[in-house]
């Protein structure tokens, strides 16, 4: 890094500008100048469903002008980012978290319950279908994709009757007043890092790396974050899988009675998606904060103990 203004990369989606802004924010606030770089992603050209054209489709074209010394600083939806890490680059910091629920968007503002039997609910997720299906209301849950516009304007057109989305997203670009119910984590466990942004540097730009962790990381994010991934990277499920994992920093009582920060994880893997009889698998596991990708294992192992190998047969 020079003097010149901190490049920061990121894809040309309403969403995508909006959480590039908050960092942008973060470092214009702490004094530094930034200038902000749009990169197409295959992911924003293609309207196929994000199982057919695979992970990374959001995220490759913005490492790739990373690489090339195009832009400084990529920011990307956590969610989003191959578990799989990416040579030359590192993960400088994870900002703090917004709200990881799903959110529903439905007519009339009914509640998920409210909907009667029949009705039509769209979701780009496989995560999500899975665990509306097993829910046993009677839903019809049909695949869509688009950004948030797209998918809200399916249900005040009537296409629909409801959208699942992501409430980070909506809270994002202000559209929070529409949703109709925000989704207990019991009902549905959101996307492994749902919510959360990772901010990625050159390995060698040692100067950017050290100003966004002082700047801009949130370390229980960073570790909430990072015993979920480890939760996906286990299974060897890609982010499009029916995986759920959500992680808490709690307090506990250590061994003489002080208070302690420990790390408390839950996650769901889906099997038989497919079909009608959808099946979830439930684990959990507490952790001190430092052993995140030991907890996200641990849990990870206890899932494919009750048959969660299936994913990836």
């Not at 956590?78 to 529903?104: F, Q």
């Amino acid at each position: 890094m020079t003097d010149s203004p901190i490049r920061i990369g990121t894809r040309g989606s309403k969403l995508a500008v909006a959480q590039t802004q908050t960092i942008a924010n973060m470092l214009t606030e702490a004094g530094h100048e930034v200038e902000i770089v749009t990169v197409s992603t295959p992911g924003d050209r293609s309207s196929a469903p994000i199982a057919e054209i695979g992970v990374g489709v959001f995220t490759s074209a913005l490492r790739e002008a990373l690489l090339a010394d195009e832009i400084d600083v990529a920011i990307h939806s956590y969610k989003d980012l191959p578990t799989a890490p990416e040579s030359g680059l590192v993960l400088a910091a994870v900002p703090p978290r917004e709200d990881p629920r799903d959110a529903l968007i439905a007519r009339g503002g009914l509640t998920l319950g409210e909907l009667p039997p029949g009705s039509v609910v769209g979701t780009g997720s496989p995560r999500r279908i899975a665990q509306l299906k097993a829910l046993g209301l009677g839903l019809t849950v049909v695949p869509i994709r688009g950004n948030i516009d797209t998918r809200i304007g399916k249900v005040t057109s009537g296409e629909l009757d409801a959208v699942v989305l992501a409430r980070a997203g909506l809270a994002r670009v202000g559209r929070v007043d529409e949703i109709t119910e925000t989704l207990d984590p019991l009902q549905m466990l959101p996307a492994p890092a749902q919510g959360a942004l990772a901010v990625e540097t050159r390995v060698e730009d040692v100067e950017a790396e050290r100003l966004l962790r002082s700047v801009v990381d949130d370390e229980a994010t960073r570790v909430a974050a990072k015993a979920e991934r480890a939760v996906l990277a286990t299974l060897e499920a890609g982010c499009s899988a029916p995986v759920g994992a959500l992680a808490d920093v709690v307090e506990d009582l250590d061994s003489e009675g002080q208070v302690v920060d420990r790390l408390s994880l839950r996650g769901i893997a889906a099997t038989g998606v497919d079909g009608d009889s959808v099946n979830i698998l439930k684990a959990s596991a507490i952790a001190e904060t430092k052993d995140a990708d030991e907890l996200g294992r641990a849990v990870a192992a206890e899932l494919l103990d009750l048959g969660a190998g299936a994913l990836s047969s």
